[in-house]
């Protein structure tokens, strides 16, 4: 299960904070919650602290996101493995 809260919206910006694994289903949820942000035009930030494990398309979404400039905050040395890049936010 995956729990996406959008946390703040201020001129042009959005928190989405997850909690969970993204994997399966929840990974286009995401994607739905992130278009929906990003087709406002306002820049959009993930914060990744509640999330434990991340599935292959996952990864390809976040690889994705990451082209787009979304930016990634608080993102585990584990979550950032399975990225498999650095900076991913740690």
């Given amino acids: 299960m ?8 201020r001129s042009r ?4 904070t997850l909690e969970g694994r993204v994997i399966g289903p929840w ?3 995401l994607e739905r919650s992130c278009e929906d ?6 820049k959009l930030t993930l914060d990744f602290s509640g999330v434990s ?4 398309g996952g990864i390809e979404l976040f690889r ?4 787009r400039r979304v930016e990634f905050l608080n993102c ?6 399975q990225l498999g890049a650095s900076g ?3």
Avoid at 2 to 9: A, D, H, N, S
Avoid at 64 to 67: A, D, I, V
């Fill in 2 to 9: 995956l729990k996406i809260v959008l946390m703040e919206t």
């Fill in 13 to 16: 910006r959005a928190t989405l």
């Fill in 27 to 29: 990974v286009q949820e």
């Fill in 37 to 42: 942000v990003l087709s406002t035009g306002a």
């Fill in 53 to 56: 494990f991340v599935d292959r």
């Fill in 64 to 67: 994705s996101l990451r082209s």
């Fill in 76 to 81: 585990s040395p584990f979550v950032a493995e």
């Fill in 88 to 90: 991913w936010g740690a």
